[in-house]
């Protein structure tokens, strides 16, 4: 089994930053693609996509938080963080974390249970 877990959210004021962490754990043989979504208060049907990074270090951000925040990623211990700077209270939201894993032979999504981050003073 592969199990996906977030830390690092929490209550920050707004211009402030926040770090959070997500580990990937199991019968792991691989894994590319790994990325952050959040899902705004509200928005259940909808995850955005915040950011995500390659296994090469290529990374995809959205508009609205380029230049803000960092995806990076270890692949020796399966982990990817995103580094929040200047957050403001539209950042509010349940971040996910995903991650494109092999186990056996085919390459499955799976998903963190997420973590909340609040943005308010």
């Known amino acids: 089994q592969v199990q996906l877990v977030e830390s690092g959210g929490g209550l920050v004021q707004p211009g402030g930053s926040l770090r959070l962490s997500c580990a990937a754990s199991g019968s792991i043989r691989s894994i590319r693609t790994m990325g952050w979504y959040r899902q705004a208060p509200g928005n259940e049907r909808e995850r955005e996509l915040v950011a995500v990074i390659n296994t090469d270090g290529t990374t995809n951000y959205a508009d609205s938080v380029k230049g803000r925040f960092t995806i990076s990623r270890d692949n020796a211990k399966n982990m990817v963080y995103l580094q929040m700077n200047s957050v403001g209270p539209a950042d509010t939201a349940m971040y996910f974390c995903?991650?494109?894993?092999?186990?056996?032979?085919?390459?499955?999504?799976?998903w963190g249970q997420g973590t909340q981050v609040t943005v308010s003073s």
């Open positions: 995903k991650a494109n894993i092999q186990v056996a032979i085919a390459y499955s999504a799976y």
